[in-house]
């Protein structure tokens, strides 16, 4: 696996504006979660994760409080998942997950990136089967034999697992996430620095040129989307 799982994180945010944007995004991922699987994190592993990265990456304590109060309600906006693929510029593959209310509005808005960057967005299943949907643990650790036979004992199917510089990764299918985390920390570890599902390019490849403006001015105009959560995609950065 390697460390493709750094691939995908998006640029710091710069300004106030791009800020602002991080803490919507992380807000409406908070509600979802909250309101999927109940607002108590203790009983929530999705919504204490996310939680948990939310505080890494510095959203404020009020931001993720008010996402939680909004989904006490049981009312308020419907979100669904939708997901894009297709191919950006310099033919990379990529895969964008959207948290949306109106999935022709953000079909809409998607496919514009698509198309002002000379790229071309593809049908259900066009690039995401050169990518594996894991589930990826990162925390300080060097015996990666006894994190193993943990996992093994409860059943995890793990796909990889690395220790280097004092950081063991652990790699998972996507549909083990719950079952290892809860494993993990039942061994004692408490803080992770990568907590996530992602999806992890099989093959990556390298762009040139005016595909390297290109690409950036894509990978903008995706993250300046409202709906857009994440984006995906094998070009090594």
């Not at 907590?195 to 992890?200: A, M, T």
């Not at 490849?205 to 005016?210: A, C, L, R």
């Not at 993250?223 to 994440?230: A, E, F, P, R």
């Amino acid at each position: 696996m390697g460390r493709a799982y750094q691939n995908r994180k998006d640029s710091m945010a710069k300004t106030s504006d791009a800020k602002a944007k991080v803490y919507s995004k992380y807000g409406r991922e908070i509600y979802v979660c909250a309101k999927a699987g109940g607002i108590d994190p203790t009983g929530n592993l999705a919504l204490r994760g996310m939680i948990e990265r939310a505080k890494k990456d510095q959203v404020p304590t009020h931001v993720i409080e008010k996402a939680i109060d909004k989904a006490k309600g049981g009312g308020g906006e419907d979100f669904a998942l939708s997901r894009y693929e297709g191919y950006g510029p310099g033919n990379c593959m990529v895969i964008i997950d959207c948290l949306t209310d109106n999935a022709n509005r953000t079909f809409g808005d998607v496919r514009l990136c698509f198309t002002k960057t000379k790229s071309k967005i593809g049908t259900q299943g066009s690039v995401s089967h050169m990518f594996d949907h894991s589930a990826i643990f990162v925390f300080a650790g060097d015996d990666e034999e006894a994190v193993l036979e943990a996992l093994m004992e409860a059943d995890v199917d793990v796909s990889d697992i690395e220790n280097e510089d004092g950081k063991i990764s652990v790699f998972a299918p996507n549909t083990d996430y719950f079952k290892a985390k809860q494993a993990l920390i039942e061994m004692g570890i408490a803080d992770f620095d990568v907590d996530e599902i992602q999806f992890l390019p099989q093959n990556t490849t390298t762009i040139e040129g005016d595909d390297v403006a290109m690409f950036d001015k894509f990978m903008d105009m995706l993250n300046d989307l409202d709906d857009v959560q994440n984006v995906y995609h094998n070009v090594e950065l």
